[in-house]
């Protein structure tokens, strides 16, 4: 017994009916960038489906170095394995998803931050990094960083959004943009059915 038993119970009603998915360009042309909050599941936020969307997720859902090269792989790999698929010849579009009542949020009082870093051995400064005191804020911020990667594909685009877990809501914030480059691409409209 294991406290997954009843989760690999779920798995095998999941499995009955299940269709494989083969690799390819994800449906929904996008990438999420999230909260590991158990509040925040994308999947049931926005319904996303088996082959929708990959999915990206560490406290606070921040761009940091990590996530960037991530997402350069996962761009190159978009790249390489199905290039010219998409008559506008762009990759996809990573949805920055930053939430209200984050957990990180407590990192931003600094006696806080002083005793979780003392506990965990962590610095100071990477828990204030991480923090998401105020969602709006802080996904400008991680936009930006992304946008101005010099490891972002220029075939990359991204935006910004903050879930509000006591409505369930999620609001664009801020609209999908190409990183600055010498041949900006006009921003494409996803398909009917998957707002985010
Ligand atoms: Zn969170």
Known sequence: MTRLTPLLERNEQFARTYTPIALGLPTAQV???????????????L?????????????????????????????????????GQDPADTLFEVAIVHHTQCGTGFLADPGFRQQAAEA??????????SAVADPHTTVETDVERLLT????????????????????????????????????????????????
Request: hydrophobic share 40%.
């Open 149 to 196: 990667s010099p490891l972002l594909s220029p075939k990359v685009s991204v935006s910004g959004h903050v879930y509000d877990v006591t409505t369930g809501r999620v609001t664009a914030t801020l609209d999908a943009r190409y990183p600055p480059g010498p041949s900006p691409r006009p921003p494409r409209t996803s398909g009917p059915g998957r707002p985010l």
């Open 120 to 129: 965990t051995g962590l610095s100071a400064a990477a828990l204030e990094a």
């Open 47 to 83: 319904g996303l489906q088996l082959g929708d969307a990959p999915v990206i997720r560490n406290a606070g859902g921040r761009v940091t170095q990590a996530v960037i090269d991530d997402i350069a792989y996962l761009a190159f790999l978009a790249e390489r394995l199905f290039a």
């Open 31 to 45: 990438l999420v960038v999230t909260c590991l909050d158990h509040r925040v599941d994308p999947a049931i936020v």
